[in-house]
């Protein structure tokens, strides 16, 4: 067997293009291939024209390649190419899958890094000026998510009770939080702001209280994420000045 290719575990960040980092569009321009997920942009995708692109989006809801297959072609591509990126929306590290790939791929003996992108929560907070904690206000955050693997209950993820609440992958699975920290005795008024397509020309960001997420959500067009807590206030607007 010939020498192994070297792969990177990239991050693309929240959806636009210069949200990226430039370790991650330098390697992006030099790679032989790219297996992409489905929350990757056509405009991220500009940045590697020489590469062979290779679709293994996963959305929920919809049909996806297995995470089993997944590793199977970062293998194959890594015995075929000298360099190869996994690219990957947010960052490898939080709710990218990037254990299991990681070990598929040491355990075959193929060099792999990671390069970390924007996770779509400080994106998100970023893009709506709303900060994450607030002195005084909220001062722990916890990013967490309801989706999982087949074999594990999502009713058996324990909600944590910091004082601002990121839930990824939101939707439909944030109402049922919502009326479970409803039950816990968090406040109805509670601030909540959701950001559906974060830092995409179609983002939108919807504002209400947890009592009102509770009785559920608008459909949705793209990823959602859902911020919870004291700190999603919305900052009351300084007056301009004027004659």
């Known amino acids: ?66 995470q ?13 190419h000298a360099l ?7 960052d490898p590290m939080l709710f990218g899958r990037a254990d299991e790939e990681l070990t598929a791929l ?21 893009s709506s000026k709303q900060p994450l904690t607030k002195r005084g206000v909220a001062r722990s955050v916890a990013f967490f998510t309801s989706s ?9 993820v324990a909600i944590p009770t910091t004082d601002t609440l990121v839930q990824y992958m939101g939707g439909r699975e944030a109402t049922v939080t919502a009326q479970r920290m409803l039950d816990q005795g968090r406040r109805p008024g509670t601030p909540v702001l959701v950001m559906e397509n974060c830092s995409r020309p179609d983002q939108r960001i919807t504002r209400l209280t947890l009592e009102t997420l509770a009785h559920g959500l608008a459909p949705a067009h793209g990823p959602v994420l859902v911020m919870i807590g004291e700190a999603m206030q919305q900052r009351a607007l300084q007056a301009g000045g004027g004659d």
């Not at 190869?84 to 947010?90: A, I, T, W």
């Open 148 to 156: 999982t693997a087949p074999e594990h209950a999502a009713d058996h």
């Open 84 to 90: 190869v990126v996994r690219l990957k929306g947010g």
């Open 1 to 66: 067997m010939g020498k192994l290719g070297k792969v990177y575990l990239i991050g693309a960040g929240p959806g636009a293009q210069d949200l990226m980092t430039l370790r991650g569009a330098r390697l992006l321009g030099q790679a032989n291939a790219v297996l992409y997920d489905a929350l990757v942009t056509a405009e991220m995708l500009a940045l590697c024209p020489q590469a062979e692109l290779i679709s293994v989006g996963k959305r929920a809801g919809q049909r996806s390649t297995a």
């Open 106 to 126: 040491e355990a075959h003996g193929i060099e792999v890094e990671v390069v970390p992108g924007i996770t779509t929560a400080l994106a998100a907070a970023a």
């Open 68 to 80: 089993v297959h997944i590793n199977e072609q970062l293998v194959d591509a890594a015995r075929r």
